[in-house]
């Protein structure tokens, strides 16, 4: 039978019930191949390139169950496209809902864009491994993020915002290359005016519009007061940038062991099972994306 639905979304009904007597997490736990239904219930544009998502599981009890931390990332699944691995970029402190920023890549990702609000999409997951939040706990955080690596480190921003009084110092670097590359606007006008954050937004290429810095991430960094002994790093970008600002943290006397970051690799089981994202001993599905800087070095064309 011809279907007339746009590509990408199935009918609700046509998915097969979980039985009634498995609790939630049973259910997410139960088979992790399997990619459970969600509702697309907005899309909004952040640049050009990049949408941000809000899905929720139809099903309640999946809803329910579903919990991430900061930094882990699902599969998006596109019914008769493919799937895709996806960080997570809302916090774990509103639940009931998932937030995606997704950049227009390839198939699934395309495929994603031309969808609408209403339309049904699979979700697996979460997986990995995210910030080490209650290491941070307690402690100044200095965050540093290039594109669209602030899409996971967003997650773990508004975390700290529902849990403030839970850390110290809080300080957001955050480069685009031009300023209409900037995501999350909207957000950064809120963190600036907040007097228990520090932000400094950067970009590489000004135009008319921009009245604000100009240059790479590590530009900014270098100016800032820093407390070593108490202080975590987060790196998350386009590969080019980890080197140099861990140079800088290095700069700032922050132990390697203080220093986190998140990686991409190309990868499709999530599970450590399909070998896809093997790096020496390492699996980035499970033993990433959130590496330590020690696990990380041993990462090849990382640092
Ligand atoms: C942990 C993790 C988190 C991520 N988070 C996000 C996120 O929040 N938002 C986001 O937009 N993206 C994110 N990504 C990246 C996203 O998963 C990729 O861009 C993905 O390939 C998109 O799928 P696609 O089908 O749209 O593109 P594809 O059709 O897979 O193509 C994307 C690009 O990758 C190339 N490519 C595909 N497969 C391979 C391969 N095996 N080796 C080399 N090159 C290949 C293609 O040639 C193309 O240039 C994340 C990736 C990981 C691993």
Not at 62 to 76: I, M, N, S, T
């Amino acid at each position: 039978m011809q279907s007339n639905m746009p590509r990408g979304t199935i009918e609700v009904d046509a998915l097969r019930e979980a039985p009634q007597t498995m609790s939630g997490s049973e259910m997410l736990l139960g088979n992790a191949y399997r990619p459970w239904p969600a509702r697309i219930t907005s899309m909004r544009d952040l640049t050009a390139n990049e949408k941000l998502v809000e899905m929720r599981f139809i099903d309640e009890r999946v809803r329910e169950a579903f919990v991430h931390e900061p930094g882990q990332f699902l599969e998006l699944s596109l019914f008769g496209v493919g799937e895709a691995p996806i960080s997570i970029t809302s916090s774990p402190t509103k639940q009931g809902f998932v937030e995606l920023c997704i950049r227009r890549a390839g198939t699934v990702t395309s495929a994603l864009h031309s969808m609408h609000a209403g339309d049904i999409v699979g979700i697996r997951g979460p997986f990995g491994r995210g910030f080490p939040v209650d290491k941070f706990r307690g402690n100044d955080v200095l965050i540093v993020a290039g594109g669209l690596g602030i899409a996971p480190v967003r997650s773990l921003i508004n975390y700290i915002h529902d849990n403030r009084s839970d850390f110290g110092k809080v300080t957001i670097v955050y480069g685009s290359r031009t300023p209409s590359d900037i995501m999350f606007r909207d957000q950064f006008e809120m963190w600036r005016h907040r007097k228990d954050f520090e932000l400094y937004l950067t970009v590489d290429h000004p135009d008319d519009t921009w009245d604000g810095e100009v240059g790479v991430v590590t530009e900014p960094m270098k100016r800032l007061d820093i407390n070593p002994a108490n202080t975590y790093g987060v790196v998350c970008g386009p590969p080019v940038m980890y080197k140099f600002v861990v140079q800088v943290m290095r700069e700032k006397n922050i132990d390697y062991d203080h220093i986190y970051l998140d990686f991409e690799r190309h990868m499709k089981c999530g599970m450590g099972k399909c070998g896809h994202c093997q790096i020496g001993h390492q699996y980035c599905c499970i033993d990433g994306p959130v590496f330590n800087y020690w696990e990380a070095k041993n990462i090849q064309g990382s640092m």
